[in-house]
C-alpha cells in the first residue's frame, strides 16, 4: 500500500477523519468535484445525506477509472452549500451508507468540509474532490 493514515496523539482524535497521510509513489490521481447525480440523471433528491453518497459513489468511479480506490486517496475535500454544525448528521450518515460500498476506510482520510452559499446548480447540495497516490 502506498498510503499510511495517521493522527498523532496531540492531535484531535474524535474525528471521522485521520488528520495526516503519508503516500509513497509517482503516480497522482486528482478527481474532479463530484456531485449527488448519476450519470445524466438529474441530481438525487434534495437531502444532503443522498448526495453524500451518490457522490462518494462518483468518486469511486472516478477513482477506479485511473487504476485507484479509497485505500489509495490522501486526501478528501467536501463542498457543501449553506453548511451549519446541524447538518453533520446527515453528512456523516451519507458517508456511512456507503463506505463498505465504495471501499471509504473509516476513519476517512485526511479531509476538509468546507461551507459554501452555492455550488454551480441549485439543486447541487454537496461537491467531493479527491487527491490519491498509486505507487
Known amino acids: 500500500m502506498s498510503v499510511r493514515l495517521i493522527s498523532p496523539q496531540d492531535m484531535l482524535q474524535q474525528t471521522p477523519y485521520h488528520h495526516v497521510s503519508v503516500a509513497t509513489g509517482t503516480t497522482h490521481v486528482h478527481v474532479a468535484g463530484q ?28 477513482l477506479a477509472g485511473a487504476g485507484a480506490t479509497f485505500s489509495d486517496v490522501v486526501r478528501l475535500t467536501f463542498y457543501v452549500t449553506r453548511w451549519t454544525p446541524d447538518k453533520i448528521e446527515p453528512f456523516m450518515a451519507g458517508v456511512q451508507a456507503v463506505a463498505e460500498e465504495v471501499g471509504l476506510p473509516m476513519p476517512m482520510p485526511p479531509a476538509s468540509l468546507i461551507g459554501v452559499e452555492v455550488l454551480f446548480e441549485p439543486d447541487v447540495l454537496v461537491e467531493v474532490e479527491a487527491t490519491a497516490v498509486l505507487p
Open 35 to 62: 456531485v449527488g447525480q448519476r450519470g445524466d440523471e438529474p441530481v438525487a433528491a434534495d437531502d444532503l445525506a443522498t448526495q453524500v453518497a451518490q457522490a462518494l459513489r462518483n468518486t469511486d468511479i472516478g
